[in-house]
C-alpha cells in the first residue's frame, strides 16, 4: 500500500498513489504549474497552421487532412477506455464513501446552472439580435449534405439509444454515455464487493490499464504540436474557402457572441463566486481547451482535460476523475446555445411567432436534450436536426448551416470543456477537505 507521504513522479504515480491510498485526503502536489516553453511552442505552431492554410497549397491542404484525421482519431481511441477506467476506479475506490453523493451533488447541481445559463443567454441575444427569415427559394431547395437518414432520428430514440443492451456495442459505436452507465454499474459493484483477493487483483489490473493509458496520452501530447499545426492548416483553409455566408450573418453572430459571453463572462462569474481565481484556472486549463477547440470532440479531449486539472491545476485525481467523464457527457454549455438559437432560428422561418413563452419553452428543451448528447463532432448538429425534422420544421435550413458549423462546433467545444473544467475546479474546491 502507498504510504500517505509519499510523492506522485508523474500521472502514472499519481493515479497509482491516489486509487489505492486508503487516505481520504491523498492527493498529488497540488501546486499548479504553467510550462511557457510548452504554450509558446503550440501558439507558435497555430500561427504557423494558419498562414499555410491562407496559401492554399492544395498539397499542403490534403497532407493536414490526414495528419488532423489520425490525431482525432488517435484521441477517440483512448477517450472511451479512459473514460470507463476512470469512472470505474474511482467508484470502486470510494466504496462506502459518502463523498461521493457529495461529488456527484455538486457536480449536477453545477452543470445544470451552467447548461442553462448558456441556453439563456443564447435565448436573449437572440432576442436582442433578431435574425431575419432566409429567402423562401433556400427552405423549399433540397437538404443537399444533410444526412436523410436522420430525418426518421426522432429525440425518444436518441434517449432510447444509450440504454446498452450489451457490454460490446457501447465501446464499439463509442456511445459514451451507454459506457458511462455500464461504468457506473460495474464501479458501484466491485465497491461493494467484499474484500477478497479476486477483489485485489482486479483492481491491481484496472490500476494496470489505467497507467499504460495514461503514458501512451503523454506520448501523444508530447508530438500534439504535429496536429495543432494541421488542426489550424486545416481550419484557415476552409474560411479562406469562404465557408461564411452574409445570408446567416447575423444568425451566427448570436451563436458565437453567446459562447464569448458564456466563456469570458458567465463562466467566470461562477468561478468568482465559489472564490476561485478563473484565470489561474483558464492557465491552467489552456492546452484541454486549445485541444477541444481542434478536435471539436470534448470526449477525444477528456485525456488532456483530466491531466491538465490534476497535474497543472492541481485537483484530486479522486474529484477529477469523477467529474470529468461524468462532464463530458452530460455538461454541455456549448450544445444547450445552439440547440436554443437554432431551433428559435429554424421555427421562425418555419412561420412560428418567437414570443417569450416559445423562447422560455425552447430553452428548457434545449438543456435537456443537450444532457447526454455524444461529446463528438457534429453531435449538437445531428441532434439538432432531428428536434426539428420532429416539429415538421424546414430541416433544409440546417444545410445552410452546415457550411458554417464547422467553425461554429471548435467555439461550442471549447466552451464545453472550460466548463467542465469550471465545474471541476468548483466541486474540489468545494471538497478540498
Not at 463523498?99 to 448558456?118: C, K, Q, S
Not at 431575419?132 to 439509444?161: C, M, Q, W
Not at 448538429?381 to 425534422?389: A, D, E, P, Q, R
Not at 470543456?417 to 474540489?428: I, P, R
Amino acid at each position: 500500500m502507498i504510504k500517505k507521504n509519499s510523492q506522485p513522479a508523474g500521472i502514472q504515480d499519481s493515479m497509482t498513489s491516489t486509487l489505492l491510498s486508503e487516505e481520504p485526503d491523498a492527493r498529488p502536489n497540488t501546486r499548479p504549474s504553467f510550462d511557457r516553453k510548452q504554450f509558446f511552442i503550440w501558439i507558435g505552431v497555430l500561427l504557423a497552421g494558419v498562414i499555410l492554410g491562407f496559401l492554399r497549397i492544395e498539397a499542403v491542404d490534403k497532407t493536414a487532412n490526414i495528419i488532423a484525421t489520425i490525431y482525432t482519431r488517435l484521441f477517440q481511441m483512448l477517450a472511451v477506455p479512459t473514460i470507463a477506467l476512470a469512472v470505474v476506479t474511482t467508484l470502486a475506490s470510494f466504496g462506502s464513501d459518502r463523498t461521493v453523493g457529495r461529488i456527484f451533488g455538486r457536480t449536477v447541481v453545477y452543470t445544470l446552472l451552467t447548461t442553462v445559463a448558456a441556453a439563456i443567454v443564447g435565448a436573449v441575444l437572440y432576442a436582442l439580435i433578431r435574425p431575419g427569415n432566409l429567402p423562401e427559394r433556400l427552405l423549399t431547395a433540397d437538404t443537399g449534405a444533410v444526412p436523410e437518414n436522420l430525418k426518421e432520428f426522432s429525440l425518444a430514440d436518441h434517449f432510447l439509444s444509450i440504454i446498452p443492451d450489451n457490454i460490446l456495442r457501447p465501446v464499439l459505436e463509442g456511445n459514451v454515455l451507454s459506457i458511462l452507465i455500464i461504468a457506473f454499474a460495474a464501479g458501484f459493484a466491485i465497491s461493494r464487493m467484499p474484500q477478497t483477493d479476486g477483489k485485489a487483483v482486479l483492481m491491481k489490473g484496472l490500476d494496470g490499464l489505467q497507467e499504460l493509458l495514461f503514458m501512451l496520452i503523454r506520448a501523444l501530447i508530447w508530438t500534439l504540436p504535429l496536429g495543432i499545426l494541421a488542426f489550424a492548416e486545416q481550419l484557415t483553409a476552409q474560411a479562406s474557402g469562404g465557408v461564411m455566408m452574409d445570408t446567416i450573418g447575423k444568425y451566427v453572430a448570436v451563436v458565437v457572441c453567446g459562447n464569448f459571453a458564456q466563456i469570458l463572462i458567465v463562466l467566470p462569474l461562477f468561478l468568482l463566486s465559489r472564490g476561485l481565481n478563473p484565470l489561474k484556472v483558464a492557465k491552467a486549463m489552456v492546452p484541454a481547451v486549445l485541444m477541444a477547440l481542434f478536435t471539436k470532440s470534448s470526449a477525444a479531449t477528456l485525456p488532456v482535460t483530466m491531466q491538465s486539472a490534476e497535474m497543472r491545476l492541481g485537483v484530486n485525481p479522486k474529484i477529477s476523475r469523477f467529474v470529468l467523464p461524468l462532464c463530458t457527457t452530460i455538461n454541455m454549455n456549448g450544445c444547450a446555445a445552439f440547440i436554443a438559437v437554432t431551433s428559435l432560428f429554424i421555427l421562425q422561418n418555419g412561420g412560428m411567432t418567437i414570443d417569450f413563452t416559445t423562447m422560455a419553452t425552447w430553452v428548457a428543451i434545449a438543456v435537456i436534450a443537450a444532457i447526454g448528447n455524444a461529446g463528438v463532432p457534429m453531435g449538437c448538429y445531428f441532434l439538432t436536426l432531428s428536434l426539428m425534422t420532429g416539429m415538421g420544421a424546414p430541416v433544409a435550413a440546417m444545410g445552410l448551416i452546415l457550411p458554417v458549423y464547422t467553425i461554429l462546433d471548435m467555439i461550442e467545444t471549447a466552451e464545453n470543456v472550460w466548463s467542465d473544467s469550471c465545474v471541476c475546479a468548483m466541486t474540489g474546491h468545494d471538497l478540498k477537505d
